[in-house]
């Protein structure tokens, strides 16, 4: 995190009757950051999302934005505002009238008014629809019309539920450019609830990966899908192989680890805590495994069997029996060199590199 923290969540339950839904949660979003909340379906995303923006209060623990406790302060008094899942656009109502909504309560005048309208159609990119009605609209236009209609508050927070998942793919990946651009462009803290991992991947600044009502960890991409806290992370977080290590020895910043048709391999713990050796596990993404071509040496350098082959267009994925590994691997490599031409039952050469095993909790 760079800068200030703009909203504190500390120690946060939540219990609907005897379900508790949200578990002592911490975390600082700071001051213009893009954080993503990211679990499966249930985990409590929502719920955490709405406690922020005032929809619901905490059962116990404090949430303060803006330094500022929250406590029974309505959604309308906070510094936020909402993109719900279901963005109801009024069909009725035309978009200027749609946009300026909210405008209404705030009594700015219509001077005032029209040209906060006005950026706030130009901020996503719909300068000129402002006459066209509500029920006239595609998908991608109702998105950004629900969005501008946020905007145009002029929240310090903007709190988005799940808004692309509606959208089909090619749509959606395209406004998941444009909502960061738009992120980047107003400077304002994002708190973006989304299940997909690549959308948490390739938006936010950081990640808090929840389950089960509780955070498993926060922090920048790159680390969450590198260097993941614990087995559920990993594998919530795409492919990961999870190999049996006869020996695991964690010490200090490292950690070294025997793992059978591998041999000796040692990485580093980039302070993640292991609180039980004994429970850990050694893991590697199946595109730091890479085959050795014919005329190629490599080191280290382990053989395998191809048992099985997928392809993906822009991708293979081999799954490889190596001796002494209870479990196959799975090894994804792009087609340039002809993985997608690799018989099943060939004998393959792997090499990696020794930094790409990480150790996690299990
Ligand atoms: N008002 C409520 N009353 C009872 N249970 C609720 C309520 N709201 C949410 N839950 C439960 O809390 C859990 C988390 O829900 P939610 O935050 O909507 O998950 P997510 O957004 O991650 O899919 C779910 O098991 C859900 O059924
Ligand atoms: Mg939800």
Not at 80 to 88: D, G, K
Not at 173 to 180: F, I, K, N
Not at 181 to 190: D, E, K
Request: glycine share 10%.
């Amino acid at each position: 995190m760079t800068a200030l923290p703009m909203i504190e969540i500390k120690n946060v339950d939540k219990v609907f009757g005897n379900f508790r839904a949200l578990d002592t949660l911490n975390a600082s979003i700071g001051e213009g950051e893009f954080f993503s909340l990211l679990g499966p379906s249930g985990c409590g995303k929502t719920t955490l999302l709405r406690m922020i923006g005032g929809f619901d209060e905490p059962t116990s623990g404090t949430i303060l934005i803006g330094g500022k406790s929250m406590a029974g302060i309505p959604p309308n008094l906070r510094p936020t505002n909402m993109v719900f899942q279901s963005y109801a656009i009024f069909p009725h109502l035309n978009v200027f009238e749609n946009i300026a909504y909210g405008l209404k309560r705030l009594r700015l005048g219509r001077e005032e008014e029209e040209s906060r309208v006005s950026q706030a159609l130009a901020q996503v990119e719909l300068t000129g629809l402002g006459p066209r009605m509500g029920n006239q609209l595609s998908g991608g236009q109702r998105q950004r019309v629900a969005l501008a209609r946020a905007l145009v508050m002029r929240p310090k927070v903007l709190l988005l539920d799940e808004p692309l998942s509606a959208l089909d793919k090619n749509l959606r990946e395209q406004m998941q450019v444009e909502l960061r651009h738009l992120q980047r462009q107003i400077g304002i803290t994002f708190v973006l609830v989304t299940h997909d991992q690549y959308e948490a991947l390739s938006m936010s600044d950081r990640i808090a990966v929840m389950f089960s009502g509780q955070i498993a960890q926060i922090a920048e991409p790159k680390e969450i899908y590198q260097n993941p806290a614990t087995r559920q992370v990993a594998d919530f977080l795409g492919g990961m192989n999870f190999l049996t290590a006869s020996d695991v020895a964690v010490n200090g910043k490292g950690f070294k680890a025997a793992l059978p048709g591998f041999g000796a391999i040692s990485g580093h713990l980039s302070g993640k805590a292991i609180s039980d050796p004994a429970q850990a596990i050694i893991g590697i993404r199946p595109e730091r495994l890479r085959i050795v071509w014919e005329g190629e040496t490599a080191d280290p350098m382990i053989s395998g069997k191809v048992v099985d082959r997928n392809y993906f267009g822009e991708v293979t994925s081999l799954v490889v029996a190596i001796e002494g590994q209870a479990e196959h691997v799975s090894i994804v490599e792009t087609n340039d060199f002809g993985a997608d031409d690799i018989p099943v039952g060939s004998d393959i050469r792997i090499t990696y590199d020794p930094d790409a095993f990480v150790i996690m909790q299990g």
